[in-house]
Nanobody, 124 residues
Framework: QVQLVESGGGLVQAGGSLRLSCAAS????????MAWFRQAPGKEREFVAG????????RYADSVKGRFTISRDNAKNTVYLQMNSLRPEDTAVYYC?????????????????WGQGTQVTVSS
């Protein structure tokens, strides 16, 4: 098990940027595939981006491709989500997720470690 703590959320105007961070506990962070999901009010939680253990493989939801970038620093036990060109429809609670696995999973049921979430609000 790994404990995850997200940070970096906030209020930003449309077109602006934010960088989310997810700090993980433990000494085996490099064995975990990591991902970001988000959940808007009244909607289901959805996959945003994922990154493999080494960082070589990344996957993105179509809605964020070209605007968001996921990265990780295994020395710091941290995964990041750089969000540029933000839109009001990006408003949601963003969750960090982890699974000790080889490949990036896009289904939330594939992850067994979750953070508490951080609110991102984009104003028009």
């Amino acid at each position: 098990q790994v404990q995850l703590v997200e940070s970096g959320g906030g209020l930003v105007q449309a077109g602006g940027s934010l960088r989310l961070s997810c700090a993980a506990s433990g000494r085996t962070f490099s064995r975990y595939t990591m991902a970001w999901f988000r959940q808007a009010p009244g909607k289901e939680r959805e996959f945003v981006a994922g990154i493999s253990r080494s960082g070589e493989d990344t996957r993105y939801a179509d809605s964020v491709k070209g605007r968001f970038t996921i990265s990780r620093d295994n020395a710091k036990n941290t995964v990041y989500l750089q969000m540029n060109s933000l839109r009001p429809e990006d408003t949601a609670v963003y969750y960090c997720a982890a699974r000790e696995y080889l490949v990036v999973l896009i289904n939330m049921n594939g992850y067994n470690n979750w953070g508490q979430g951080t609110q991102v609000t984009v104003s028009s």
